[in-house]
């Protein structure tokens, strides 16, 4: 691994149910050179059988922030990685981790990436599946394509730590993207604009939105993209409830519209 740079990998696992995965992350992330691990909803307490799964990862373990729900533990992040299994029409984006990593690792040198894992049953729900800009799968095999949470943490770990320690090729300009709240706030009023002007069907506007945080997952949005991406949704908004009138009437009178 390139001691020389900095990468930023936030681990998160969603609602995990066993105590023991919990501490088995901590240890493989600690075995591959990272810290960041963060709870949200965790099942069991910490304590008993994660400190002794954890060994010498101990620190890593204690460390780990506990958060209530998802959206306070991305809080810092700027781009939002979840990870499947299972396949789905908001599934069919994931991409193959080892061909993903280098460029996630190009990001995580100037952006905090989060990783971000489901419970052991069932995996990420479509609701956390909202919060994820970008997602990945690992190639398991059809007849059993589950794995065990702390083995999942461990292979993304590994990829990533591979990809750290490659020279690969010259790193391009850094790109610093806009934080996860920044681009849900956004995604928000864009949902709440396109519903407005009757782009998205009242009964499921989600269908279409999880299209479009595809999109900008992929393509990745600075500070500014966002807050014009913010203004169109407002100005659709504002027409869509009636401002289109006023529009009108200003165009009529040869008047500026802004």
């Given at each position: 691994?390139?001691?020389?740079?900095?990468?930023?990998?936030?681990?998160v696992?969603?609602?995990?149910q066993s105590?023991?995965?919990?501490?088995?992350?901590?240890r493989?992330?600690?075995?591959?050179?990272?810290?960041?691990?963060?709870?949200?909803?965790?099942?069991?307490r910490?304590?008993g059988?994660?400190t002794?799964?954890?060994?010498?990862?101990k620190?890593?373990?204690a460390?780990?922030?506990?958060?209530?729900?998802?959206a306070?533990a991305?809080?810092?992040c700027t781009?939002t990685?979840?990870?499947t299994?299972?396949?789905?029409?908001?599934?069919?984006?994931?991409?193959?981790?080892?061909?993903?990593?280098?460029?996630?690792?190009k990001?995580?040198?100037?952006?905090?990436?989060?990783?971000?894992?489901?419970?052991?049953d069932?995996?990420?729900?479509?609701?956390e599946?909202k919060f994820?800009?970008?997602?990945?799968?690992i190639p398991?095999?059809?007849?059993y394509?589950?794995?065990?949470?702390?083995?999942?943490?461990?292979i993304?770990?590994?990829?990533?730590?591979?990809?750290?320690?490659?020279?690969?090729?010259?790193?391009?300009?850094?790109?610093?993207f806009?934080?996860?709240?920044?681009?849900?706030?956004?995604?928000?009023?864009?949902?709440?604009a396109?519903l407005?002007?009757?782009?998205l069907?009242?009964?499921?506007?989600?269908?279409?939105?999880f299209?479009?945080?595809?999109i900008f997952?992929r393509?990745g949005?600075?500070?500014?993209?966002?807050?014009?991406?913010?203004?169109?949704?407002?100005?659709?908004?504002?027409a869509?409830e009636?401002?289109?009138?006023?529009?009108?009437?200003?165009?009529?009178?040869?008047k500026k519209?802004?």
């Amino acid at each position: 691994m390139d001691k020389s740079r900095s990468f930023d990998f936030a681990f998160v696992l969603c609602r995990p149910q066993s105590a023991g995965n919990i501490g088995a992350a901590a240890r493989v992330l600690k075995n591959l050179g990272f810290s960041d691990l963060r709870l949200v909803a965790p099942t069991p307490r910490h304590g008993g059988h994660a400190t002794a799964m954890a060994v010498h990862a101990k620190d890593v373990l204690a460390s780990a922030i506990t958060w209530p729900d998802l959206a306070p533990a991305l809080a810092d992040c700027t781009l939002t990685v979840g990870t499947t299994c299972r396949s789905g029409p908001y599934r069919e984006a994931a991409e193959p981790l080892r061909d993903v990593a280098p460029e996630l690792v190009k990001l995580a040198a100037s952006n905090r990436v989060a990783i971000i894992f489901g419970a052991e049953d069932h995996g990420l729900t479509n609701e956390e599946l909202k919060f994820c800009q970008r997602l990945i799968t690992i190639p398991t095999a059809p007849e059993y394509r589950s794995l065990n949470l702390a083995q999942a943490v461990g292979i993304v770990a590994y990829e990533l730590a591979m990809a750290m320690a490659s020279p690969g090729e010259a790193r391009q300009e850094e790109q610093t993207f806009a934080s996860a709240v920044e681009v849900d706030a956004m995604l928000d009023r864009m949902r709440d604009a396109l519903l407005a002007i009757g782009f998205l069907p009242d009964d499921n506007p989600e269908h279409i939105m999880f299209t479009l945080r595809a999109i900008f997952g992929r393509s990745g949005l600075s500070a500014r993209e966002v807050d014009v991406l913010s203004g169109i949704a407002r100005q659709m908004r504002w027409a869509g409830e009636g401002g289109h009138a006023t529009l009108e009437a200003k165009r009529s009178a040869g008047k500026k519209l802004r």
